[in-house]
């Protein structure tokens, strides 16, 4: 098996709610994230899927610490990444970087590539001078597909595509050893989007990057991920490789999202069965009891009220097929 790089045990994101005149009056919390272990093989990508506020984006902020843990353990490449200080965590970020849902507004309009690319050269002090930096540029650039004159334009001067990879660039001047991709082709369109998920294949091939690329379409990532978790209210409800959870899902969750993806054969679209969920999402900050998918899900039982169900492996599953659900047994039987 490929060693983790990454190694999450029990994460949790709590947001404060505040209310009344007095301002440090903590009258509960939004759990963003709630006790969510995974790992991330080196050299692999690992898929996080889930809806929108789900915590996917807020555990990838958590993984970078740009969001502190409320509880649990990161571990990256064997350094224990909670118990680090500003300055040990400033030098952890030189291999850790992170690509932007929207590249227009996570790049500074007052600067230019070059300023954009040499600012973590500087604040990490690579590169002996000016022009050894820029040689530093000129050769991400060439890797992203970007033209050498770039360097003297601005963000609003290109393209979405292009701004994209200018992002890429941004994370890849580093060298990091992972990067966090947060929905790095949503703002794309469609026929670029399969460029850029082209390119950041490449470049994990040619620099042996490990990725954690959080998502909402399931396209996207069958498409680039190795392996793929399933985000449902701040847990992590099913996890296997891309091959077994889109060949096989267990989990009720997973199977209405999967019943949501389009098909371009129009016989199978037409008979295939739709799962459709009823009621709202559940507010993070009074989650339900027990299965946190029990209140829109068709299967429910008492015992899903009581029993918060964990990750486990169900007979004739692959080793790393899991799935937190008490009757997926019967549920794949029926």
């Known amino acids: 098996m490929t060693p983790a790089l990454v190694e999450i045990k029990d994460l949790q994101v709590y ?19 709630d006790g969510v272990t995974l790992s991330v093989p080196r050299g692999r990508t690992y898929g996080l899927v889930g ?22 353990t990161i571990t990256f490449d064997g350094t224990d990444l909670t118990s680090l200080d500003v300055a040990g965590m400033r030098n952890m970020r030189r291999r850790m970087q992170m690509i932007f849902q929207d590249p227009l507004s996570s790049l500074d309009p007052r600067q230019n590539v070059e300023s954009i690319l040499t600012e973590g050269l500087s604040a990490h002090r690579i590169g002996a001078d000016r022009a050894a930096r820029r040689d530093i540029v000129c050769e991400t650039l060439d890797a992203v597909g970007l033209p050498r004159w770039a360097l003297s334009r601005y963000p609003h001067e290109f393209s979405g595509g292009q ?53 909402h379409d ?11 978790g399933v985000m449902y209210l701040g847990a992590l409800v099913e996890q296997a490789s891309s091959l ?91």
């Open 218 to 228: 399931l396209a996207v990532v069958r498409h680039i991920s190795d392996v793929v």
């Open 51 to 72: 809806e929108s506020g789900c915590g996917k984006t807020t555990l990838g902020r958590a993984l970078l610490r740009l969001v502190e843990p409320t509880g649990g």
């Open 163 to 215: 701004r994209q990879r200018i992002g890429i660039a941004r994370a890849l001047v580093l060298s990091p050893d992972l990067i966090v991709a947060d929905e790095p082709v949503s703002a794309l369109d469609v026929s670029i989007q399969a460029q850029v998920l082209n390119l950041l294949a490449r470049l994990q091939a040619d620099r042996e990057l490990t990725y954690l690329v959080i998502a």
């Open 15 to 33: 947001f404060p709610i505040m209310r009344g005149m007095v301002i440090d009056r903590v009258v509960g919390h939004v759990k963003a994230v």
């Open 244 to 334: 077994d959870l889109y060949r096989r899902p267990l989990h009720p969750y997973t199977k209405a999202l999967m019943s949501a993806v389009p098909v371009p054969d129009p016989v199978v679209e037409e008979r295939r069965e739709r799962i459709l969920l009823s009621g709202d999402l559940p507010s993070p900050a009074n989650p339900p009891s027990g299965c946190r998918f029990r209140t829109r899900c068709p299967w429910a039982r008492e015992r899903c009220a009581s029993d918060r169900p964990e990750l486990r492996t169900i007979e004739g599953a692959s080793g790393d097929h899991t799935v937190a659900c008490h009757f997926a047994e019967e549920i794949e039987a029926a």
